[in-house]
């Protein structure tokens, strides 16, 4: 195990999927909202090109690799997180399904190819750049979580272009940015379908928003049921338990 990881990195579990990760308390950590949106995007099982941007050390893509037999391109900007993820895809031994390439999200369609794409991941930074609590992170957490070098707009700008029509894309967010992500959408192509929120536990403010739209789809939103973390025993719903851990508890 130890030729696998580097300095303060360890290997973690991902239960449902049988597979494993290096994560960094330091560097990066994958969030549960990485596995929120691995489970709620729509895949094609078979087949497909399939892209995730700000991968961080590519949680999503080893998510999603247990959904499909598709391709998958994982696009990161910092090289660290490139690099872990590049060793825990050799570790689990899925290059031949999972590319891991560094990039900058706002030039990345180009080169990746324009409208390519079936379905577009994205787990972007959430925070202003100029919020106060940049200032309290590493450098690798600051960028990942703060829009320092890839807004909103701009991310969803790329991922449009990447898609085919009729391709879906998938983000996950906060509620607080919901009309932001849904006029980008709009105005770059991508009409939201589905709608999922995410709430710490019943009777809590949302805290986490999941949507998918089609490229040049027609308006038909669907709002899906509530989605709640934690039950009343501060312990796991059975629904995200199912997601952690797969069928075995």
């Known amino acids: 195990m130890e030729q696998w990881l580097k300095e303060d990195e360890r290997m973690d579990y991902l239960l449902a999927e049988n597979l494993r990760i290096i994560q960094s308390p330091s560097v990066f950590s994958f969030s549960l909202d990485a596995v929120l949106l691995s489970k709620f995007v729509s895949v094609p099982y078979q087949k497909g090109n399939l892209v995730d941007l700000c991968a961080g050390n590519g949680a999503i893509p080893l998510f999603l690799s247990a959904r499909t037999k598709g391709q998958i391109t994982a696009v990161e900007l910092q090289s660290r997180l490139v690099d872990m993820a590049e060793r825990s895809v050799r570790y689990n031994k899925l290059q031949e399904q999972i590319t891991i390439m560094q990039g900058d999200v706002r030039k990345i369609a180009p080169v990746l190819g324009i409208e390519k794409y079936d379905v577009v991941t994205c ?5 202003p750049a100029n919020e106060a609590s940049e200032k309290n992170l590493k450098e690798h957490v600051a960028i990942a979580r703060h829009e320092i070098y890839l807004k909103l707009d701009e991310m969803i700008y790329s991922a449009s272009k990447l898609l085919k029509q009729g391709g879906k894309a998938a983000f996950v967010h906060r509620p607080g940015r919901l009309l932001d992500i849904v006029t980008a959408m709009r105005a770059h192509r991508l009409e939201p379908k589905r709608i999922r929120f995410v ?13 998918e739209g089609i490229k040049d789809g027609k308006p038909d939103l669907k709002i899906l049921p509530p989605l709640y973390v934690y039950g009343a025993d501060d312990e796991y719903t059975a629904e995200v338990r199912e997601m952690l851990y797969g069928d075995s508890q």
């Open 123 to 127: 787990n972007p930074p959430y925070f």
């Open 199 to 211: 709430y710490p536990k019943e009777g809590k403010e949302a805290n986490t928003l999941l949507i």
